[in-house]
């Protein structure tokens, strides 16, 4: 889709490794929307996004791991690393996955890197006809993406069921009210 943008290998195979190690010691905890409690476990940093009011509100500073990474992801993105104000630590276990979706309209542009298994990443959006327009693409590990413009406002993505453990680092801007 327009506005998507992919590169295969952000991070070394090293890299990766330590950004685990320290993922894995963040506060992460089960995923909850409306009542339900999803397969994946996450943890927000700078801004978190409340879905019981609707609304963001304030979170804790990014950890150093993160803001670490922050530049990097920026630079692919062709932004200044201050303008990824949100980041949301996710952790897929195997069977998890997430539905079609599009990010919350306070947020701009997605900027994802994705760690340890490589993920389906599907897009869709209502065809002009009858149906759906579709692409994928396969996020390799130590990956990065984009969304902006029409793929972060046309289109929904989604992640089928994992088979592997897989983690996501998703920094965000945020939209002027």
């Known amino acids: ?79 200044a690393p201050e303008a990824l104000q ?19 309209a306070v947020f701009g542009d997605v900027v994802g890197v994705s760690l340890l298994a490589p993920c389906r990443f599907r897009f869709r959006r209502k065809s002009r006809g009858l149906g759906w327009d579709r692409a994928a693409i396969v996020a390799e590990p130590r990956s990065v993406y984009v969304l902006r413009g029409p793929s972060r406002t046309e289109w929904e993505h989604g992640i089928p069921p994992l088979g592997a453990l897989r983690y996501s680092i998703t920094f965000r801007t945020l939209r002027a009210p």
């Open 86 to 104: 949100h980041v949301l630590v996710t952790e897929y276990g195997p069977g998890a996955g997430i539905g079609w979706h599009r990010d919350k």
């Open 1 to 79: 889709p327009a506005g998507f943008r992919y590169q295969p290998a952000l991070v070394t195979r090293d890299e990766e490794r330590a950004l685990l190690d320290d993922l894995r010691a963040l506060p992460l905890r089960d995923f909850e929307f409306h009542g339900h409690t999803g397969k994946r476990r996450v943890v927000s940093f700078g801004w978190q996004y409340d879905f019981e009011a609707g609304r963001l509100r304030k979170a804790d500073e990014m950890p150093d791991v993160l803001r670490a990474l922050r530049p990097r992801a920026a630079a692919f993105a062709g932004l």
